[in-house]
């Protein structure tokens, strides 16, 4: 059902000649009913959420450590390994600014957290997640069984 606000009900009541004394008790009424409603229906708070990079590898070709990375974007048609050349680029562009000569970016993790999303922009690379994200290793399979005991090695866990 369409909602209306209560000011443009009055504007049509208004200009159709409703009698004042009458179109006051109604606007008051509606504005009364307005209220209410809107203290009732109160929103539970937002689920906050985390990115987590997913790294798919069958062959165990990764160390066992966990390791830590961001989440970036590309143009399709460009090759991702260009993403690094990209980020330097962007933060060339930003230590070459006011702000950039003040505090300039050192490492790739202080240009991602600190450099404003126009030199990204300006660079192609778009970056989703300014903080770095925990990165896990799966080996890609569904185990066959549901025992909840094991991981998707078949390690018993602890």
Do not use: C
């Not at 606007?27 to 906050?48: C, H, I, R, W, Y």
């Not at 165990?60 to 048609?77: A, H, M, R, T, Y």
């Not at 390994?81 to 933060?91: G, P, Y």
């Amino acid at each position: 059902m369409p909602k209306i606000e209560v000011n443009q009900v009055a504007e049509i009541l208004k200009r159709n000649k409703l009698d004042p004394a009458l179109l006051r008790q109604v606007v008051e009424e509606m504005n009364m009913v307005v209220d209410s409603t809107g203290q009732d229906e109160e929103k539970p708070p937002a689920l906050k959420k985390q990115f987590v990079i997913l790294i798919s590898d069958p062959e165990s070709k990764l160390p066992k450590n966990d390791f830590v990375g961001w989440v970036l974007q590309v143009p399709e048609n460009e090759s991702v390994a260009t993403t690094q050349e990209r980020i330097f680029r962007a933060a060339y562009d930003f230590n070459a600014t006011k702000k950039g000569r003040l505090l300039p970016a050192k490492t790739i993790g202080e240009a991602l957290e600190a450099i404003p999303a126009k030199h990204f922009k300006e660079a192609d690379v778009w970056v989703k997640t300014k903080t770095p994200v925990l990165m896990l290793r799966t080996d890609n399979e569904i185990p066959k069984d549901s025992d909840s005991t094991k991981n998707a090695r078949g390690h018993k866990l602890e």
